[in-house]
């Protein structure tokens, strides 16, 4: 017998006139929320294709009477953003590598060798995340400088590799794994590393690949703590020169740059959309 499902109205109610009606003022409020989200997108591409003059014009004006594609070559050229793409990449993908590992150790600790106090550990990693970041800025900032890895990407990772996010929601994931497949690899005489690579980590691809688009994402945009450790221009990301350089270049240059800049994160996403209902992402 088969099994249906039901939202908020049946299908009776929503063939009713109220029902419509219902359904049209939903309908309203998708679209609006909708425009309200792609508009940043759209008025960024738009405002990179003005001139000098008629990006600063008051009033919207969408689309230019001669847009001017070149005005996207030359912010490539003019803010070098193809260096600035390079150590983005090289910040977020370092910083996503080492947060998938040391998260991911830390998870199959706790779940797997189960160490004394693990709902206290538990519970001190859950505290963690009411933290405001902006508390333990200085201090971090203070290490690091200690440390010598001001203008040095090693300054970036160590910080990005701790998240208690990541650690919960893996130590979930790994709870959810069968323990019958432990027990035959041990009596096959498999070592903790060897289950870890061969049987943790492939059960948990896809987890591990939607956590790894969601830092992504948050490294690609992160502007504050690469503004403090990357002082050097030649090693800065994208978020921080647009920044610093903005005040040298026309506004509708500085747009179109900025459109490019969002270009690597919003694939992510729609990435990440596709794969986040496969991902089991459950506490």
């Known amino acids: 017998m088969g099994t249906s499902t039901r939202g908020i109205m049946s299908d009776t109610e929503w063939r009713s006139p109220l029902g419509r009606l219902i359904g049209f003022l939903y309908l309203v409020v998708l679209i609006f929320v909708v425009v309200i989200v792609i508009f940043p997108f759209i008025f960024s591409f738009t405002a990179g294709l003005h001139n000098s003059i008629d990006v600063v014009k008051p009033g919207i004006h969408l689309w230019p009477e001669q847009p001017l594609w070149a005005n996207y070559l030359d912010a490539w050229q003019r803010f070098k953003l193809g260096r600035l ?4 990449a090289i910040a977020a993908g370092g910083g996503v590598l080492a947060q998938l590992v040391v998260s991911s150790l830390a998870a199959y600790s706790l779940s797997r060798l189960n160490p004394i ?6 519970a001190i990693i859950l505290i963690t995340m009411a933290v405001p970041g902006i508390v333990y800025l200085v201090p971090r900032y203070v290490v690091i400088a200690k440390l010598g890895l001001v203008d040095n990407f090693m300054g970036l990772w160590l910080p990005y590799a701790a998240s208690s996010f990541m650690i919960l929601v893996l ?13 035959a690899a041990q009596i096959d005489g498999a070592s903790e590393l060897r289950m870890f690579l061969s049987i943790t980590l492939p059960l948990s691809s896809s987890v591990l690949l939607v956590l790894g688009l969601f830092a992504f994402i948050g490294f690609w945009g992160d502007f504050l703590w690469p503004f403090l450790v990357l002082r050097e221009s030649e090693l800065q ?3 921080v020169r647009l920044y610093t350089s903005a005040r040298g270049y026309p506004l509708n240059l500085f747009m179109a740059a900025s459109f490019i800049a969002m270009i ?6 729609f990435y990440l959309q596709r794969h986040a209902p496969r991902g089991g992402l459950t506490f």
Do not use: C, H, M, V
């Open 171 to 183: 130590n979930n994931a790994f709870d959810q794994i069968p323990r019958d497949l432990y027990e």
């Open 237 to 239: 990301t994208i978020s």
């Open 85 to 88: 793409f390079l150590n983005t």
């Open 117 to 122: 106090g693990k709902n206290i550990i538990l």
């Open 264 to 269: 690597p994160p919003s694939i992510a996403a």
